[in-house]
């Protein structure tokens, strides 16, 4: 409380990047495992990705050790676009008492998702390509050859104008509402929880750790299904006029990845998305408590 709603605005896209940093490898992990075995039943393709440990093996194998920041600067161009409106509009809503009625904190906390994904969404596409590139040996999804984060927007920019830089972002907003509402509203209420028990001292870091990890949890489980939409809208080919040469928009891409791939198909990656989730939950509300105390 207490600080102006534009400088939450710069001090949530700094926290935002700080955790970016981080956690970038866990992002590319995540981006792999989702697009693997894309459209196809589970046992009839090749899986040079199996678990988050063996697929960060994998992908230092493929591309060395910069392999794992593989999209950072887009990612870090998302992370301030997006979590710089996300914290702005929840600081709005927190100024004006909204998060004081009942369910205002998970509403807050999904409109100001939203808003956010949509304002970084061409971001996320760029990201998303990038992250996706690598050997042919170990290409999962469709490959894009992009040769850098300007030469990836300057290319679909020409190729589809504005919207291009747009395309799949119905997926990306319904997938940060979902899990910017989570993780506002069962943080606090999770490292409360772990203070309560005497697990941990209040305000001790590991107090704010267990709180991310337990919050981590409602985050991933509900926010998987969306990641993986948005992941595979994100990166699927498009035709001449733009339009998705595997999904036709949303619902479309959750039906079809529920009838070829399982249900379980909606949660691949769900291991990467946690560990990377926890950490992340963590350095992004850390940094931007410790920034606006400053």
Not at 28 to 47: A, D, F, I, M, N
Request: aromatic share 10%.
């Amino acid at each position: 409380g207490g600080v102006p709603p534009v400088t939450d605005l710069v001090l949530g896209a700094a926290a935002g990047c700080l955790a970016c940093v981080l956690t970038n490898p866990l992002e590319v992990v995540k981006t792999r495992l989702q697009l693997q075995g894309e459209l196809q039943p589970p046992g009839t393709y090749p899986r040079p990705y199996r678990g988050v440990l063996r697929a960060l093996g994998a992908v230092c194998r493929a591309d060395g050790l910069r392999g794992l920041q593989k999209g950072l600067a887009a990612g870090l161009l998302y992370q301030g676009l997006m979590n710089g409106v996300r914290f702005y509009c929840y600081s709005r809503a927190e100024d004006a008492g909204w998060t004081g009625y009942p369910g205002g904190t998970v509403a807050a906390g999904a409109v100001a998702g939203a808003v956010g994904a949509f304002v970084g969404s061409p971001a996320y596409l760029v990201k998303t390509h990038l992250q996706a590139q690598t050997l042919a040996a170990m290409a999962v999804g469709h490959q894009h050859n992009h040769e850098s984060i300007s030469g990836a927007f300057e290319s679909i920019y020409k190729q589809h104008g504005v919207a291009g830089l747009w395309r799949g972002v119905t997926g990306a907003v319904p997938r940060v509402a979902v899990g910017s509402a989570a993780q506002l509203a069962t943080f606090a209420s999770a490292k409360d929880w772990v203070c309560e028990r005497q697990w941990f001292g209040e305000g001790s870091w590991a107090a704010v750790l267990a709180g991310g990890m337990v919050s981590g949890v409602a985050v991933a489980v509900t926010m998987t299904p969306f990641d993986v939409v948005s992941t595979r809208l994100y990166n699927q080919p498009v035709d001449a006029e733009g339009a998705g040469k595997l999904y036709r928009g949303f619902w479309d891409c959750v039906l079809q990845i529920s009838s070829k791939e399982g249900l379980l198909g909606l949660y691949k990656g769900i291991g990467a998305v946690y560990l990377r989730l926890g950490p992340h939950t963590v350095l992004s509300l850390f940094f931007w408590d410790e920034l606006r105390k400053m």
